[in-house]
Structures are given as structure tokens and as C-alpha cells.
């Protein structure tokens, strides 16, 4: 082969790798631009999703400040009715109730307006007797019947 054959041999092999490089670049930019736009919506989901917290947060503060003054005025709206009821009603029976209702609150350290939590029982008359959670709760105690009663045919 001569030097001439060789020359224009390596030239073509330049201009293919040139227009191949050329190709490949082009559909490696296309992926570039591909992965700008997803770092772009990912940041733009990420700045709404902050947006949306700071919503939920300020929605439970206003919400929390609304139940504290709807509280305060359901407790000065009692203390109305009572004040009213006492100063209105001369009935011995519903003051007796009162004071003894005051009294017990007082004894557990607690004031009329101090509200008292839910209770998910049931409270029961005496101390000693044994709520529905107890193993026994509903079997009576008496003894077994010592007669049996014969099987049946």
C-alpha cells in the first residue's frame, strides 16, 4: 500500500470518528437537558411540599388559638349560667348539689373551671367491686348442682 492509500485511509477514519463523536454529543446533551429539568421539578416540588408544611402549621396554630378562646368562652358562659342559677333560683336542693359538687373538687385539688379529662370507663359505685376487665367478671360463685341430669337418647 502506498503512503497516499494510507493517508486518505486515516482521514476517512477522522471524518467518521468526527460525525459519530458529533452524533453521540448531541444525544448525550439531550440527557443533560433531560436531568436539568428533573433537578428543576424536583426543586420545585421540594419549595411546594416547604409551602404545604408551612400551611398545615399555621392551619393547627389558628386552629389551637380558636379552641383556646372558644374554651375561655364556654367557661365564662358556665360561670354566668351558675352565677345566674345561684343568685336566681332559691331552690335548697340545687345548692346542696353545688356545694357538694364544689367540695369534692376541692378535696381532689381542682377547680370547677379545671375541665377533667374523658374517661374510657365507666366509674364504679364501690372500690371493691370488680370492673368487666376483671377474669371472674359475670360467673356467679355458687356452688355446682350435684345432681346431674342424664344424657339424653
Given at each position: 500500500?502506498?503512503?497516499?492509500?494510507?493517508?486518505?485511509?486515516a482521514i476517512g477514519i477522522l471524518i467518521a470518528g468526527l460525525v459519530a463523536g458529533y452524533f453521540i454529543g448531541r444525544s448525550g446533551s439531550a440527557g443533560g437537558l433531560q436531568q436539568r429539568r428533573l433537578e428543576q421539578q424536583i426543586d420545585e416540588l421540594r419549595s411546594e411540599y416547604t409551602r404545604y408544611q408551612a400551611q398545615v402549621n399555621e392551619h393547627f396554630v389558628e386552629s389551637a388559638h380558636m379552641l383556646?378562646?372558644?374554651?375561655?368562652?364556654?367557661?365564662?358562659?358556665?360561670?354566668?349560667?351558675?352565677?345566674?342559677?345561684?343568685?336566681?333560683?332559691h331552690d335548697e336542693d340545687w345548692t346542696n348539689e353545688f356545694a357538694l359538687e364544689s367540695n369534692a373538687q376541692a378535696r381532689l385539688g381542682r377547680?370547677?373551671?379545671?375541665?377533667?379529662?374523658?374517661?374510657?370507663?365507666?366509674?364504679?359505685?364501690?372500690?371493691?367491686e370488680k370492673g368487666t376487665l376483671a377474669e371472674d367478671y359475670g360467673l356467679d360463685n355458687e356452688p355446682e348442682d350435684t345432681e346431674q341430669t342424664p344424657p339424653r337418647q
Open positions: 500500500m502506498s503512503t497516499i492509500m494510507i493517508v486518505a485511509i383556646r378562646r372558644f374554651n375561655d368562652a364556654y367557661r365564662d358562659i358556665n360561670r354566668h349560667m351558675a352565677r345566674g342559677a345561684s343568685r336566681l333560683c377547680s370547677a373551671d379545671d375541665p377533667e379529662p374523658p374517661r374510657d370507663y365507666a366509674p364504679k359505685a364501690d372500690p371493691e
